[in-house]
């Protein structure tokens, strides 16, 4: 029998095919479509990137423009010499581009030259010894060597002791800023004494005093720079006289600090401890304070308690609570130099 022709099942048919047809056009032209975006922002980027390559310029760092006039402790330094010259050029350019730590100094400079300053002049040693404390620890009173010297004038133990300062498990009188610069005081008047030479005495806190002799003797010289010394200590002399040139006159050498960049002063009242101290956090508390701060302002306490068996006095530092918080009214600038900016 025969079953006749059924138009509505082609037309059906066709239909779907044409639907089928249509929507895989419709895919492939969205695939077609991203490809040619997704390798046109490619090219573009790739042209941003070239051009960029070649507009950008290369950093430029400039050499130094030196004086040519150094002097240290009141004696000149022979920058004529090509020697000379050379060794001042080189710590000169390493802390010019030390920029964090040149910043860094001069904020710690501006605390504790008006403490180091005026004992320096009291004992008869030249202003410019406050570089050498610098060179030493960078101004940190904890400052701690591995050889175990300690403090902003970095002691050993024996020298420390030997100067007058305590130094036990209980108490580091290292750490103590105006102890240590009274026994450093004494420590370099010996050693004038001994040289007759400001810049000799300041390589011999470093050398030694036995090498700095044996050398004078041995070289059968009598100034610093016509030695040949170690590296280290040949170093020391020329990073204080660097120093000495770049903290005093920062804006010359590109630093710029205004007086919201400075630490301000915090204020402080002594109270002299001539007892044992059975607790210090205790005895903080008593008084207004904390632990944490009382050894912020007193780093030579090393212990939670103090025996104190021979009824030593000491002079405990206790901050001003009204001072904790940072005022800029309260940043007293130690030298209008500071703030001065050449490139503002």
Not at 147 to 169: P, R
Not at 191 to 206: E, F, K, P, Q, R
Not at 219 to 243: P, W
């Amino acid at each position: 029998m025969r079953i006749p022709y059924n138009h509505n099942v082609k037309n059906n048919y066709l239909r779907m095919k044409l639907k089928q047809f249509s929507t895989v056009f419709i895919v492939l032209s969205i695939l077609v479509s991203v490809v040619f975006y997704s390798f046109g922002r490619q090219s573009k980027a790739a042209n941003i990137i070239q051009n960029t390559t070649y507009i950008a310029e290369p950093q430029k760092v400039h050499s130094l423009r030196i004086s040519d006039k150094f002097h240290f402790a009141g004696e000149d330094v022979p920058f004529v010499r090509f020697d000379v010259r050379e060794n001042i050029d080189r710590e000169l350019l390493a802390f010019t581009y030390m920029h964090s730590t040149i910043l860094m100094l001069v904020k710690r400079a501006n605390l504790y030259f008006p403490i180091i300053e005026p004992i320096l002049k009291e004992q008869g040693i030249p202003d410019d010894f406050k570089f050498l404390a610098l060179i030493e620890s960078h101004f940190n009173q904890r400052a701690l060597s591995p050889v175990k010297a300690a403090g902003v004038w970095q002691f050993m133990d024996e020298t420390g002791k030997s100067y007058g300062l305590e130094i036990n498990s209980q108490v580091d009188e290292r750490l103590d800023i105006t102890k240590s610069t009274i026994a450093a005081c004494k420590y370099l008047k010996e050693s004038y004494d001994l040289y007759g030479d400001w810049i000799i005495v300041a390589a011999s806190y470093n050398g030694g005093r036995g090498r700095m002799t044996r050398e004078l003797s041995r070289q059968k010289v009598e100034s610093f720079f016509d030695l040949f010394l170690n590296e280290e200590t040949t170093r020391y002399i020329y990073r204080i006289i660097a120093s000495k040139e770049i903290i005093s006159n920062p804006a010359k050498y590109g630093f710029c600090l205004r007086k919201e960049d400075f630490y301000h002063t915090v204020g402080i009242q002594t109270v002299a401890v001539n007892t044992a101290v059975e607790n210090w956090a205790d005895w903080a508390q008593e008084r207004g304070t904390t632990y944490g701060q009382l050894k912020y302002f007193n780093p030579w306490i090393q212990d939670i308690k103090l025996d104190n068996k021979n009824r030593k006095t000491y002079q405990v530092r206790i901050p001003n609570k009204n001072d904790l918080k940072f005022d800029i009214n309260k940043v007293i600038i130690h030298n209008d130099a500071w703030l001065r900016c050449e490139n503002q």
